[in-house]
């Protein structure tokens, strides 16, 4: 073969390389690229769609996709993909068979699947969404299989009760109802110091309650949380309900009351620190309405950010759906909606047909059961080295359907309006620390036989050392156990605990039920004083109680826990005082264990000592 010859290949296959990159890394579509190229676009697959001809704003959309495997072999669905026009006017609450988790593809919303279909079979896929603006949506949805794309025409249209589409989403004026008091809401950021920056965690909404500066909003969203520290508050005001909110002003938190999920925060100094004086503010405040003349069926208005991209300001019309009672707060404590919000507008404005005050949306209800199905993610919670939809979500992740009623909320804008300044923290169980009764284990750890674990472990060391029961963790997100080779069913656990070697925001603690190392009960205090009750369930961890502050954890001191599993309920106490109480039967007997852990720092050592297992 000639050099020419040589050379002139060589280029061609170079051209070809330079080709394919180009369609890979530098196109917006990435792979989609490389399909075209490949001519992979085409899948043996046929995919038809059923959608309703129309509905209204705040009504909920059922779409169904139809897939149908025409190949001879076994068709894996990996993404259905949205063109992110319509995403601006909907919001997915779940997919079946699939997942909400979610990526962006270069104008495309990709929805991961991860399911199978045998040949010459079809599957259904149920899409639900919550309409959330108006729009006329003509276009093609994809459905990803391996390096094959199918696309399908569909049309959603969306409609203003009135019968119209909006032309908000195409650069046109919106114009809201008279009564719709767009103005008073406003969209509140909260920031972190992340690497010396200051960056956006979450957002949410509020409602100017004062012209000089008062803002009330959801207590999850301004105050600060184990793994969610709030550095910095932005507050953007609604200038017109067609354009984006325009962040002004800096605030702190005046009035906070987290079991209500309300706060009060107060307009301090704008954008580059200048001090604000209030009386010269000026703002829309809004009026405030009745909450005792809510009635079942009334409508209600509301307005707020659900998106931290939204470019502007979002209505939701819907109706009082019903009222539920709380210790403490009488039977009208809660409102409920039929209307299904996003996350973010929690702390938002819900006005009545006069355009008053009425309610504030919250994520109360969210418990363990409760999973986000947008979870948005900022650490690694659950220490798998992963940070993604399994771990701790940020405050306004998930959905609402609560309200709290706007007369819960005045004690906390009059203290505010007084200047004072208090934050009032979840309670904890006034119940008396369980003591068990008959004994069933004691050991002060002199044996070096006694039953317990003991060696290397991939992530540290357990053993026997010096009459304790030491745990020494090596590397970052990372948990050690030691588990006693005996088995019980219901138990009060109390040892002693003490920090050798500390590092920071280590924690430890105590295992009950354990079935192996991916199936147990936990119970976990740290140094920097905060408490824990969890659980892992086939590998996935779930918060029972999430990490709470107490000033009754000692700090770098030794300290004396009590774990009690008995029946479904499993409660945490330290040094006398009862931390946590929680409910769960997914394990109803098992090993008894001991813990320690870390997040972003290492080389920690944690020892116990004199434990005893009683009988309750």
């Given at each position: 073969m000639s050099k020419r010859l040589i050379f002139i290949l060589l280029g061609l296959s170079l051209v070809v390389l330079i080709g394919i990159w180009v369609m890979v890394f530098r196109s917006p579509d990435g792979l989609s690229g490389l399909e075209d190229l490949l001519d992979l676009s085409a899948a043996e697959m046929s995919v038809g769609i059923q959608a309703p001809p129309s509905v209204i704003v705040g009504d909920e959309i059922t779409m169904v996709i139809r897939i149908q495997n025409l190949g001879d072999a076994v068709l894996e669905i990996d993404e259905i993909l949205f063109p992110d026009e319509l995403m601006q006017a909907v919001v997915v609450t779940s997919i079946f068979p699939g997942s909400t988790n979610q990526r962006s593809r270069g104008g495309m919303t990709a929805f991961e699947i991860g399911y199978g279909i045998a040949p010459q079979e079809s599957m259904d896929y149920r899409i639900t969404m919550n309409a959330m603006r108006a729009i006329d949506f003509q276009g093609e949805l994809q459905v990803k299989s391996g390096l094959k794309r199918e696309s399908v025409g569909t049309r959603v249209v969306i409609l203003t009760e009135g019968g119209e589409v909006a032309q908000g989403l195409s650069g046109t004026e919106i114009e809201f109802d008279a009564n719709v008091p767009y103005r008073s809401a406003v969209k509140v950021t909260a920031r972190y110091r992340d690497n010396g920056q200051m960056v956006e965690g979450w957002s949410g909404s509020g409602s100017i309650v004062s012209s000089d500066g008062l803002i009330l909003t959801s207590a999850k969203l301004v105050l600060?949380?184990?793994?969610?520290?709030?550095?910095?508050?932005?507050?953007?005001?609604?200038?017109?309900?067609?354009?984006?909110?325009?962040?002004?002003?800096?605030?702190?938190?005046?009035?906070?009351?987290?079991?209500?999920?309300?706060?009060?925060?107060?307009?301090?100094?704008?954008?580059?620190?200048?001090?604000?004086?209030?009386?010269?503010?000026?703002?829309?405040?809004?009026?405030?309405?009745?909450?005792?003349?809510?009635?079942?069926?009334?409508?209600?208005?509301?307005l707020g950010y659900p998106r931290s991209n939204s470019e502007s300001i979002m209505l939701t019309r819907g109706e009082i759906g019903g009222f539920a009672g709380q210790e403490g707060y009488g039977e009208r404590a809660l409102v409920m909606t039929w209307e299904k919000l996003s996350g973010e507008n929690s702390?938002?404005?819900?006005?009545?047909?006069?355009?008053?005050?009425?309610?504030?949306?919250?994520?109360?209800?969210?418990?363990?059961?409760?999973?986000?199905?947008?979870?948005?993610a900022i650490y690694d919670t659950n220490r798998d080295g992963e940070i993604n939809s399994w771990d701790e979500c940020v405050p306004g992740s998930g959905f609402i359907d609560i309200l709290r009623p706007i007369d819960l909320a005045q004690p906390l804008i009059e203290?505010?309006?007084?200047?004072?300044?208090?934050?009032?923290?979840?309670?904890?169980?006034?119940?008396?620390?369980?003591q068990g009764t008959t004994t069933l284990f004691t050991d002060d750890f002199s044996a070096q036989d006694s039953g317990w674990e003991h060696g290397r472990r991939v992530n540290g060391f357990v053993g026997y050392h010096n009459g304790e029961y030491r745990f020494e963790v090596d590397s970052t997100?990372?948990?050690?156990?030691?588990?006693?080779?005996?088995?019980?069913?219901?138990?009060?656990?109390?040892v002693r605990?003490?920090?050798?070697?500390?590092?920071?925001?280590?924690?430890?603690?105590?295992?009950?039920?354990?079935?192996?190392?991916?199936?147990?009960?936990a119970m976990s205090i740290?140094?920097?004083?905060?408490?824990?009750?969890?659980?892992?369930?086939?590998?996935?961890?779930?918060?029972?109680?999430?990490?709470?502050?107490?000033a009754d954890i000692?700090?770098?001191?030794?300290?004396?826990?009590?774990?009690?599993?008995?029946?479904d309920e499993l409660i945490l106490a330290v040094d006398g005082v009862?931390?946590?109480?929680?409910?769960?039967?997914?394990?109803?007997?098992?090993k008894v264990g001991l813990l320690g852990g870390v997040w972003e720092q290492a080389e920690y050592k944690v020892a116990f000592d004199n434990i005893v297992i009683k009988m309750p």
């Open positions: 600060p949380r184990r793994f969610f520290p709030v550095d910095d508050l932005v507050v953007s005001l609604t200038m017109e309900p067609d354009q984006p909110p325009v962040p002004m002003y800096r605030a702190e938190v005046l009035q906070a009351d987290r079991t209500l999920d309300l706060a009060v925060i107060r307009i301090t100094t704008d954008l580059e620190y200048a001090p604000v004086d209030g009386r010269q503010l000026d703002l829309p405040a809004v009026e405030f309405g009745d909450a005792d003349d809510l009635q079942l069926g009334a409508p209600l208005a509301i702390g938002g404005l819900v006005s009545d047909g006069s355009g008053n005050l009425v309610a504030i949306p919250t994520q109360l209800g969210t418990g363990p059961d409760d999973f986000p199905e947008d979870c948005q203290a505010a309006l007084r200047g004072e300044t208090s934050v009032i923290e979840l309670p904890f169980p006034d119940i008396p620390v369980p997100y990372a948990v050690v156990r030691g588990v006693l080779d005996q088995g019980f069913v219901d138990t009060v656990i109390t605990s003490r920090i050798v070697t500390p590092a920071q925001g280590a924690d430890f603690g105590v295992i009950c039920r354990f079935q192996d190392g991916v199936n147990y009960y740290s140094q920097d004083q905060y408490a824990a009750i969890w659980k892992l369930e086939n590998s996935v961890q779930t918060m029972l109680m999430d990490w709470v502050f107490s000692p700090r770098y001191e030794p300290a004396t826990i009590t774990a009690s599993c008995q029946g009862v931390l946590g109480r929680v409910t769960d039967s997914t394990f109803t007997n098992g």
